[in-house]
């Protein structure tokens, strides 16, 4: 049972911005970081963004991550066919001692 | 280049055990925290557990907490997850994941996934 509340899915054209959100709690988004992976089909998941609004090494400045409260966004601007994936946040939780997961959202570009 | 590469997955029945491995490579394996997390098909991420760079403190998912041991081997840049009293429910992908903080740059690696399948 996933914590992390996102949207099923979400959609753009090519060259358009996607938001995908991420709601949680005062246990978990609103005390800790929050991470961003991207999991294509049949892959392991691969790390967007940490610490709420980091990108690491490789990753475009396309992807950008925000956060307020207890819920969090990941935007993609200037989408690509390739950001046709599966989305998941992710953050500590202290009240559960361990580390939950979003319910996912599939990014679609039409 | 960075691997992680898990095994000790397959095919048991309800009630048994089996003990998955995480091997690493690399990276400096003790400066690592090590999460276990699973994915049961056509489903999303589920934290299993988590064990700190030392393996002095260790957390569980409620789902398997009792059941489930995580342990390493610093000397031996391994991973281990023991699990007991398999269930149906435990049928999942499980992947070995690294992190590390180094104080100005994160450090990310997954391994390519072990699947474990517990039916009768």
């Known amino acids: 049972q996933s914590v992390l509340t996102q949207p099923p899915s979400a959609s753009g054209t090519p060259g358009h911005r996607v938001t995908i959100s991420c709601s949680g709690s005062s246990s978990n988004i609103g005390s800790n970081f929050v991470y961003w992976y991207q999991q294509l089909p049949g892959t392991a998941p691969k790390l967007l963004m940490y610490?709420?609004?980091q990108r690491p090494s490789g990753v475009p400045d396309r992807f950008s991550g925000s956060k307020s409260g207890t819920s969090a966004s990941l935007a993609i601007s200037g989408l690509r066919s390739e950001d046709e994936s599966e989305y998941y946040c992710a953050a500590w939780d202290d009240s559960l001692s361990g580390l939950v997961f979003g319910t996912g959202t599939t990014v679609t570009v039409l | 280049e960075v691997q992680l590469v898990e095994s000790g997955g397959g095919l048991v029945q309800p009630g048994e055990s089996l003990r998955l491995s995480c091997a690493a490579s690399g990276i400096t394996f003790s400066n690592y925290e090590m999460n276990w997390v699973r994915q049961a098909p056509g489903k999303g991420l589920e934290w299993v557990s988590y064990?700190?760079?030392?393996?002095?403190?260790?957390y569980y998912a409620d789902s398997v907490r009792g059941r489930f041991t995580i342990s390493r081997d610093n000397a031996q840049n391994s991973l281990y997850l023991q699990m007991n009293s398999l269930r149906a429910e435990d049928t999942a992908v499980y992947y070995c994941?690294?992190?590390?903080?180094?104080?100005?740059?994160?450090?990310?690696?997954w391994g390519q996934g072990t699947l474990v399948t517990v039916s009768s």
């Open positions: 994941a690294s992190r590390f903080w180094s104080g100005y740059k994160y450090f990310d690696y």
């Open positions: 064990i700190s760079n030392t393996g002095t403190t260790m």
């Open positions: 610490r709420d609004n």
